[in-house]
């Protein structure tokens, strides 16, 4: 009876401190993460670190902050179909990280930091499933004008219209969406360093933002039941500074995975 006993408490405990790594299943089509008019958000100089399983399309868009309103200015990130991580700064030009790979249907972390003063682009890719961590920096890249509050910031879709609106970029169907899925996105208002980003992507551990400095939002997308459609709902920022984000055209929360990719 006692060693019955201590196999069930050894049980709960294993399913109390295990991580369950949610996320959520981006379709392509109309699914996405978003907040308007995200204040207080940098405009240039940023680090975002996205934990991620692409399935693969022409443009996978997984970070996108853009004003439009007649400004055409900003920025977004994308995984192409042949692995290679795009940039682009919006009505100045774009940049590609050639050298590295983000393997499909594989669980990867992605590190994109942009540097304004030195129009720099650093790309860091770990691949799970290998454990090589690679990086490559794209240098002379377009500077593009600030953006005022008036722009939103999404994960797993990029506003390819007219309007700034969060319904606007759901409403577009299928062009610029990622395709797969994304289970925690950092982002940062400093550039770090492959040495910073390598040792968060090794981590292992979940939340593992929360001790990095100059945080600004972070997003582990695994507050919604297994299951559910995350349309309408709140995608929560653990960082502190309120940068929630809602999900948009029946985003599907992922199955949960029970240990990390």
């Known amino acids: 009876m006692r060693a019955t006993l201590m196999n069930k408490f050894l049980i709960i405990f294993l399913l109390l401190c295990s991580p369950a790594w949610g996320g959520v299943e981006f379709d392509n089509t109309d699914d996405g993460l978003c907040l308007e008019d995200p204040v207080g958000f940098p405009n240039i100089t940023h680090t975002a670190i996205a934990i991620m399983k692409p399935v693969g399309s022409d443009l996978d868009y997984f970070l996108h902050h853009v004003e439009r309103n007649g400004a055409n200015s900003g920025y977004s990130y994308a995984v192409e179909e042949d692995g290679d991580i795009f940039h682009i700064g919006w009505g100045v030009g774009t940049a590609t990280c050639e050298t590295i790979n983000v393997p499909d249907n594989e669980w990867s972390c992605v590190g994109v930091a942009r540097d304004k003063t030195a129009n720099t682009l650093d790309c860091h890719v770990l691949v799970y499933s290998t454990g090589v961590f690679s990086s490559e920096q794209e240098t002379s890249v377009s500077d593009f004008v600030s ?14 219209g007219a309007t700034n609106t969060c ?6 169907g299928g062009v610029n969406f990622f395709n797969g899925d994304i289970s925690e996105v950092a982002f940062f208002s400093d550039v770090k360093t492959a040495a910073e980003v390598e040792a968060y992507c090794r981590s292992q551990s979940k939340r ?7 945080l600004l939002g972070l ?25 929630h ?8 929360v992922a199955e949960q995975v029970l240990s990390y990719p």
């Open 208 to 214: 593992i933002g929360l001790q990095y400095s100059n």
């Open 219 to 243: 997003w582990p997308m695994d507050g919604i039941p297994e299951g559910e459609s995350g349309d309408g709902q709140l995608f929560r920022d653990i960082s502190g500074n309120g940068y």
């Open 147 to 160: 953006l005022s509050s008036d722009a939103d910031f999404s994960i797993g879709f990029s506003n390819p």
């Open 167 to 172: 319904s606007a970029q759901e409403s577009i």
């Open 245 to 252: 984000l809602t999900g948009y055209g029946g985003a599907g």
